[in-house]
């Protein structure tokens, strides 16, 4: 394109002078009146002017072209630069999705880990743990409202980050902490973008026991199990 934009103006160019000329013979050879006569021609002169009208034709050339090489030149600088930012942010959000997985996975070990841990264990006291998980997790943040035997606990918010994880399959452990060995009575509400859902479940008295309610989000529904570890005595 470059070059194409270099011929046609040099073509044009050349014309310019040629026409110049011509009309410059022209009015030369024309007679200035009656009975004038015209003086001939210097060829010398002409031949010198002639040079001129080249020597600029070929600086304005040249100057042409080294404007559209550099036009040039930038255009696939920038071109190349945008390429390589373009291939950087691609390889920066692929590292990003591995490094999300990566830590999903190890929260998952975690709460495995956890789990195994306290089975190992046998408690001195009745021990109440409430875990959540969403296999379906609304955008932004997700915020919780977790009671026990009509006591509301401290709210509980879910960050974009742990939503990721949860979506993953890790848990999100809402409370843990030591109850009567008697039945309870635990409610969980659970709101997010487009998400409003609540459960109740009551859980069966279990002196010197880890009792697990686990909420899980699932298909718009919050539903609810439980489970106990820990059950001999010491």
Same mark, same amino acid.
């Given at each position: 394109?470059?070059?194409?934009? +270099?011929?046609?103006?040099?073509?044009?160019?050349?014309?310019?002078?040629?026409?110049?000329?011509?009309?410059?013979?022209?009015?030369?050879?024309?007679?200035?009146?009656?009975?004038?006569?015209? &003086?001939?021609?210097?060829?010398? &002169?002409?031949? &010198?002017? @002639?040079?001129?009208?080249?020597? !600029?034709?070929? &600086?304005?050339?040249?100057?042409?072209?080294?404007? +559209? $090489?550099?036009?040039?030149?930038?255009?696939?600088?920038?071109?190349?630069?945008?390429?390589?930012?373009?291939?950087?942010?691609?390889?920066?959000?692929?590292?990003?999705?591995?490094?999300?997985?990566?830590?999903?996975?190890?929260?998952?070990?975690?709460?495995?880990?956890?789990? @195994?841990?306290?089975?190992?264990?046998?408690?001195?006291?009745?021990?109440?743990?409430?875990? +959540?998980?969403?296999?379906?997790?609304?955008?932004?943040?997700?915020?919780?409202?977790?009671? !026990?035997?009509?006591?509301?606990?401290?709210?509980?918010?879910?960050?974009?980050?742990?939503?990721?994880?949860?979506?993953?399959?890790?848990?999100?452990? @809402?409370?843990?902490?030591?109850?009567?060995?008697?039945?309870?009575?635990?409610?969980?509400?659970?709101?997010?973008?487009?998400?409003?859902?609540?459960?109740?479940?009551?859980?069966?008295?279990?002196?010197?026991?880890?009792?697990?309610? $686990?909420?899980?989000?699932?298909?718009?529904?919050?539903?609810?199990?439980?489970?106990?570890?820990?059950?001999? $005595?010491?």
């Amino acid at each position: 394109m470059a070059a194409g934009r +270099l011929n046609e103006h040099i073509t044009l160019n050349h014309t310019r002078h040629f026409l110049c000329l011509a009309v410059g013979a022209a009015l030369v050879a024309a007679p200035l009146g009656a009975g004038a006569q015209q &003086k001939p021609a210097d060829p010398g &002169k002409q031949l &010198k002017s @002639l040079e001129e009208q080249i020597e !600029i034709t070929r &600086k304005q050339r040249l100057e042409l072209e080294a404007r +559209l $090489e550099k036009e040039l030149a930038a255009e696939i600088a920038a071109r190349a630069q945008m390429l390589a930012m373009g291939g950087e942010m691609g390889a920066l959000q692929r590292l990003e999705v591995l490094l999300d997985s990566a830590q999903a996975r190890l929260l998952v070990q975690r709460d495995r880990i956890r789990l @195994l841990d306290d089975a190992a264990r046998t408690p001195g006291a009745s021990i109440l743990v409430v875990l +959540l998980r969403m296999e379906q997790v609304p955008p932004g943040e997700v915020g919780t409202a977790l009671a !026990i035997d009509a006591s509301t606990t401290t709210p509980h918010t879910i960050s974009p980050e742990s939503g990721r994880t949860l979506a993953a399959g890790a848990a999100e452990e @809402l409370y843990r902490g030591e109850v009567p060995p008697s039945g309870h009575r635990v409610s969980l509400q659970v709101a997010g973008k487009g998400l409003n859902v609540g459960q109740m479940i009551q859980v069966p008295p279990a002196p010197k026991q880890i009792t697990y309610v $686990e909420f899980t989000v699932r298909n718009g529904v919050l539903v609810a199990a439980t489970w106990t570890s820990g059950a001999s $005595e010491r």
